[in-house]
């Protein structure tokens, strides 16, 4: 394709990623009409609500951009055929989940949203189109999505239609998309078309220096996604295999973080020992990386990274029975406040968050659960915990305030480093909890200096007693 100038872009999908990587372009790119749209009806009722609160996903600084560019610029609706049709370049934002059927159940990824709405392009799509991959995906799916959109190629005149493929991962962490959208350490563009890829490029000089916008084939575009979530991963399922070492030895995993960290070859991010990684991604995209490694002969690649999976489970395991030891290897009616229910702060994103399994492994012990979360809803929480087996009637309720969860708690739970826990008032606190009492922290947000004055019985993770 030649030079060609992006005036309307439509994303399939209005998640987590299409959502706010769009009102990002958009944003920035006052030029450019985007459509987003999804199949999920209400997902778009959502986006379009008047109150900005009701929008799906929960990001600071989201609102404020929605509320600038939502209807001038930017668009949600669920008119799939008619937002193709319009497009110069189509985003393809869906969902990538862990196949749960068929060969490769529970590794490989399903691609069949993708390859879904592949189909739509290819029958909608009119004139020069661009698709470009934002979906995660395995290596090599550029090769299907181009072999079902060639085969579909419209050939008499009145519609002629052609298609170029780009794959541009997203990087972006919930809770700070907005900040990782308009700073971004890199964009990275994979194709081998050079006009399409300077016209995906052009978009993004909008507001990022062009030292980061890096280009690849398009194989080491789709893998490098898959790796930088797999050594993320790893840092974390390493730094959390040291803290079950610290606690036995005596040292402390903050002081061990401190001092590895400061070595400039290591790095001091992505250190933070707490309850395992949760969210969409990181595991998703790890089976899929061990289950590629099989597919392509190796094995022992593939036993490498399985590993970091499994170091994860072990410590939201060991978290649980960490609870249990120190109450006396007994919860049965015992009122358990659990702090936070998100896989990290500053997202209502529930997905694979460590606080499901530990707070299924407590109510299977009879616990009474209390569980608080600023930004979840009270049907999120029951629909994670139904997936898991729970039913609706098991001891637990969900709150939405503090005031009054403490009364007569045996043990409270810290899940999610929501800012304000760092300010509950642990000296009130104890006063209203029944003795003796336990404060679990596994994000390492509360100072133990301050909670050793009050008498807590207090663990956290990684701290180890000095022996
Ligand atoms: P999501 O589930 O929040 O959103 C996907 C949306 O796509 C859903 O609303 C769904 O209804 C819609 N959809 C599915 N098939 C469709 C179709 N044929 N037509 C129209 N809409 C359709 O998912 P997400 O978190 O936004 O993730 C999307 C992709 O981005 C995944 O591949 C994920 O791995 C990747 N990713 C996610 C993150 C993250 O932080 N969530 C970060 C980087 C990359
Ligand atoms: C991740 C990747 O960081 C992002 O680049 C990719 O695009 C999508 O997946 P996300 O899952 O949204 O982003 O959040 P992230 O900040 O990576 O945290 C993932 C999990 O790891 C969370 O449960 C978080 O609490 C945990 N984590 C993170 C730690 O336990 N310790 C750390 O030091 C960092």
Redesign the pocket.
């Known amino acids: 394709m030649g030079s060609i100038n992006i005036k309307s872009i439509c994303c399939i999908g209005a998640g987590y990623v299409g959502g706010p990587t769009m009102a990002v372009i958009a944003d920035n790119c006052p030029e450019i009409k985007i459509t987003i749209v999804d199949l999920n009806k209400e997902r778009i009722v959502l986006w379009n609500s008047n109150d900005l609160n009701k929008i799906p996903v929960f990001e600071p600084g989201l609102k404020e951009i929605i509320k600038k560019v939502r209807n001038k610029n930017l668009f949600f609706s669920t008119d799939v055929p008619n937002a193709i049709s319009n497009a110069d370049m189509i985003f393809i934002s869906v969902n990538t989940p862990t196949k749960t059927k068929g060969i490769g159940a529970g590794r490989a990824s399903d691609i069949s949203w993708v390859e879904a709405c592949t189909r739509q392009v290819a029958e909608y799509a009119i004139g020069e189109t661009i698709v470009v991959e934002k979906s995660t995906i395995p290596v090599k799916t550029a090769e299907a999505i181009r072999s079902i959109l060639m085969s579909c190629s419209k050939e008499d005149d009145q519609t002629k239609t052609s298609f170029s493929v780009l794959s541009n991962p997203?990087?972006?962490?919930?809770?700070t998309a907005i900040n990782d959208l308009q700073n971004p350490d890199r964009i990275l563009i994979g194709g081998d078309d050079q006009g399409s890829i300077d016209a995906l490029k052009n978009i993004y000089l909008n507001w990022v220096p062009e030292n980061q916008v890096i280009t690849t084939n398009l194989w080491s575009s789709e893998l490098s996604k898959l790796i930088?979530?797999a050594f993320?991963a790893q840092?974390?399922s390493s730094?959390n295999s040291i803290s079950a070492l610290c606690e036995v030895t005596g040292a402390n995993i903050e002081e061990v973080k401190k001092a590895i960290g400061l070595d400039s070859r290591i790095g001091s991010?992505?250190?933070?020992?707490?309850p395992?990684?949760?969210?969409?991604?990181?595991k998703k995209d790890l089976l899929n990386l061990t289950y590629l490694c099989e597919h392509f002969g190796l094995p022992e690649v593939s036993k490498y990274w399985e590993q970091v999976i499994s170091i994860n489970n072990w410590q939201q395991y060991r978290i649980y029975k960490t609870v249990i030891n120190k109450l006396f290897g007994n919860v049965n009616k015992k009122k358990i406040v659990i702090l936070g229910f998100s896989?990290?702060s500053d997202?209502n994103d529930t997905r694979e968050s460590?606080a499901i399994l530990i707070c299924k492994n407590l109510l299977n012990e009879g616990a009474n659960l209390f569980i608080h979360d600023p930004k979840v809803k009270k049907s999120q929480v029951e629909f994670e915990l139904r997936n898991v087996g729970i039913d609706n009637n098991l001891n637990w309720i969900f709150t939405e305030k503090l005031e009054g969860i403490f009364d007569n708690a045996d043990a409270i739970l810290v899940l999610t480093e929501w800012g304000i826990y760092k300010e509950i008032n642990w000296k009130s606190v104890n006063k209203v909890l029944r003795n003796p009492s336990w404060l679990f922290d596994t994000r390492r947000i509360i100072d133990p200096d301050i909670v050793n004055d009050y008498e807590f019985n207090f663990w956290q993770v990684g701290r180890g007693n000095d022996l």
């Not at 997203?170 to 809770?175: C, I, K, P, R, T």
């Not at 991010?269 to 707490?274: C, E, Q, S, V």
């Open positions: 997203e990087f972006l962490a919930e809770g930088a979530n993320l840092r974390i730094i991010k992505f250190l933070n020992a707490g395992g990684f949760g969210g969409s991604c990181f896989f990290k997202t460590p």
